[in-house]
């Protein structure tokens, strides 16, 4: 028996007390976001009418290398965290790997992902604004459950834009919801111009993520005391998941373990960027060397097979522009696509990072994610989400290459979430009924196409 315990939890006092920014270590900084209007730059006022003051001061900061967590959200933050970084001693029998596997999990909250990490954030700094509530999108109901949470621990209004198609066939999640006191509302709705518009020009339609962010954006900037909040993709976003790096890496330097490999899952890279943040700090600085994979769905390849370019962030045009990997912003997946990771771009921390040559991108295609994910389940026992899995495929690849090598390496990924709410795709996968697909050139071409021209 190794000295290498299954769990490897740190002890409260070992937790972090700052947020680390990678920005702060990149000598080539992400581009800067424009303003959609004008393509210039996006100064701290105009930000700050979307965003709180101080998120929007995080997301213009790419010098200062740490920012404290508040006291208040370091006590959030202990009612679950730290997160278990798990040995997979059971996967790694399973494949007869000499490799060593460790996942850091952050399904273990009500919200069941990584995604709590930044809500509880971004409710702090709207409360500590002296605002009375704010208001968002959510697709398949992960951030929406998030926020919902931190906004009932800050005692905050919390109106959920949820696409209809998910309203309908997710009760759960808007049960999960509105128990936590949000206020949940399917899109398109009647209750904005924007969704009274759509409504009509398009009757019965089941609506879509970039509607249903135009309503969260009319939402807040018609309201007094409001303001918009997202889940990923954001610099301030990366930057409060950067405590699941922070953690990993401390759980490993306490046990003297030198990770080789990271891989995370990529949507719109927060969870990847936090987990790998503090070791792209090490690899930017000079002073270690990992290799680091981003997995991305075949279907919706943004790293792999997107163009480094200016483009909207969201499908409405509303939000800041951002030079990022991106499909272009009216891409939309297949719609056999089941797997989550569906958002068009990827962030522009993240983007830049990947230009430089410090992460590797990998894409796989969804069936073989979902029997990495069976196999994972019934070895480990953890249900995974079916993002997470896509991170779950390339670790499990990585160790039956070492199996062949018979290298001793130490693999850690990150696993983000449960797949309790995934039970739609799981069936899918079960009744045999799931396929891939991956996307032409030319339907790439076409996307790209309606790029905004910039400069
Ligand atoms: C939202 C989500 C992701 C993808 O978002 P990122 O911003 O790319 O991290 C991955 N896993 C789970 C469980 C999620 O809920």
């Known amino acids: 028996m190794s000295t290498i315990p299954y769990k490897i939890y740190l002890e409260e006092s070992e937790m972090p007390k700052a947020w680390y920014n990678v920005r702060g270590d ?16 996006v100064t701290l006022d105009e930000l700050s009418g979307i965003f709180c003051r101080e998120l929007a001061e995080q997301e213009l900061d790419d010098t200062s290398r740490f920012i404290e967590i508040p006291e208040e959200i370091r006590n959030f933050y202990r009612m679950y965290r730290p997160s ?10 399973k494949l007869q790997t ?18 709590l990490n930044s809500a509880i954030a971004q409710a702090y700094y709207a409360k500590k604004q002296g605002l009375k509530g704010v208001t968002t999108e959510t697709g398949a109901g992960q951030w929406g459950t998030a926020l919902s949470m931190a906004c009932s621990y800050f005692d905050l209004d919390c109106q959920v834009y949820m696409v209809k198609v998910s309203y309908e066939q997710k009760p ?22 924007v969704g009274r518009r759509i409504n009509a020009e398009f009757p019965g339609t089941t609506g879509s993520l970039g509607c249903a962010i135009s309503e969260a954006v009319e939402a807040a900037t018609s309201q007094e005391g409001y303001r918009y909040v997202l889940g990923s993709v954001l610099s301030q976003v990366l930057l409060h998941q950067s405590v699941i790096g922070l953690e990993t890496k401390a759980a490993l330097d306490k046990y003297g373990i030198k990770a080789d490999m990271i891989i995370g899952c990529a949507g719109g890279g927060s969870n990847l960027g936090g987990l790998i943040s503090p070791f792209a700090g090490e690899i930017l600085r000079g002073e270690a ?3 680091i994979i981003a997995v991305e769905p075949a279907s919706c390849p943004s790293l792999t097979r997107g163009k480094y370019a200016y483009d909207f962030c969201d499908t409405g045009k509303v939000c800041p522009l951002a030079k990022m990997y991106t499909l272009g912003s009216g891409f939309i997946p297949s719609a056999n696509h ?59 690849d990585e160790a039956l290459k070492c199996k062949e090598t018979g290298e001793e390496k130490n693999i850690v990924f990150g696993l983000t979430g449960t797949g309790y709410f995934d039970m739609v795709a799981y069936q899918k996968y079960n009744d045999g009924e799931m396929t891939d697909y991956v996307p032409s050139d030319e339907e790439l071409q076409k996307s790209f196409a309606k790029l905004p021209k910039v400069d």
């Open 84 to 93: 278990p970084l798990v040995r997979a001693y059971c996967l790694e029998e």
């Open 26 to 41: 990149m000598k080539k900084k992400p581009a800067p976001i424009l303003n959609p209007a004008t393509l210039k730059p």
């Open 289 to 291: 060397n990992y290799e």
């Open 338 to 396: 089941a797997g989550g990771l569906r958002y068009h771009g990827m962030s522009s921390v993240v983007s830049e990072l990947y230009d430089q040559g410090i992460l590797t991108a990998r894409s796989v295609e969804q069936t073989s994610v979902f029997e990495a994910a069976e196999m994972f389940a019934r070895v480990e026992g953890i249900l995974p989400a079916p993002e997470s899995s896509h991170a779950i495929r390339v670790a499990i």
């Open 98 to 115: 000499p490799a060593h596997i460790y996942y850091k999990f952050e399904g273990n909250n009500t919200s069941g992902s990584h995604k």
């Open 172 to 193: 759960f999640r808007r049960e999960v919801m509105r128990t936590y006191g949000a206020k949940v509302t399917p899109s398109p709705s009647m209750e904005t111009e």
